[in-house]
């Protein structure tokens, strides 16, 4: 007559077996998070696409230069003191009347991200100097704008950018990459540029 097995005897053999049986249902389980996250990918980059679709932007996918130029106090910067903020980099100038155009509608969208310390609205302008655009913004009675205006003493930063003519907005990224091009005017101050530009920032 053979022997009684022990008690708790089969569940002690068939322990490694569920260990195994339950690694197996984590590493699948986990292989299907990623891909249904991955799946994800083009719904996202559609739904960004569709944010900005009004304002019609060139896709992009380049460094963006560094250069240098003046804050308004005087005071020496570097675009790439931007670096880990997104920046919508506008390129314009006293003499050009769709930048005067524009500039209201660049205005009301720096006030809309004036809270916002991962996002500025870089105004660079390419006239003789600081004190044209400094006019330019009194007569304007837009002075008091929270976007960052700087000069471009070398007034060719455009051009490095791959912009002929003004105005012309570019879209930086935090990592310093150029992904999106507004070839001349724009309605800035419009709700459909605000949600492009939040959208585009939360990527």
């Known amino acids: 007559m053979a022997a009684p097995r022990p008690a708790g005897a089969s569940s002690r053999s068939t322990e490694p077996w569920a260990i195994i049986g339950y690694l197996v249902f984590v590493t699948i389980g986990g292989v299907l998070v990623f891909l249904f996250a991955w799946s994800l990918g083009p719904a996202v980059r559609k739904q960004a696409g569709a944010a900005c679709r009004e304002l019609t932007p060139e896709a992009r996918d380049i460094p963006a230069p560094d250069f240098e130029f003046a804050h308004r106090d005087g005071t020496a910067g570097r675009f790439s003191d931007y670096r880990g903020k997104f920046v919508v980099v506008n390129f314009w ?20 991200f004036a809270d916002r310390d991962d996002v500025a609205v870089l105004a660079v302008s390419v006239d003789e100097s600081m004190a044209d655009a400094e006019g330019f913004l009194a007569k ?64």
Request: proline share 6%.
């Open 140 to 203: 304007m009675a837009i002075s008091d704008t929270p976007a960052v205006v700087v000069h471009d003493p070398s007034k060719a930063a455009n051009r490095l950018f791959g912009s002929e003519k003004l105005p012309d907005t570019f879209f930086v990224d935090r990592s310093g990459q150029i992904i999106d091009a507004f070839i001349n005017v724009r309605k800035w101050g419009s709700q459909g540029a605000f949600h492009c530009v939040e959208q585009r920032a939360s990527e």
């Open 93 to 112: 100038a006293t003499w050009c009347e769709p930048c005067a155009r524009e500039w209201p509608e660049l205005d009301r969208l720096a006030r809309r």
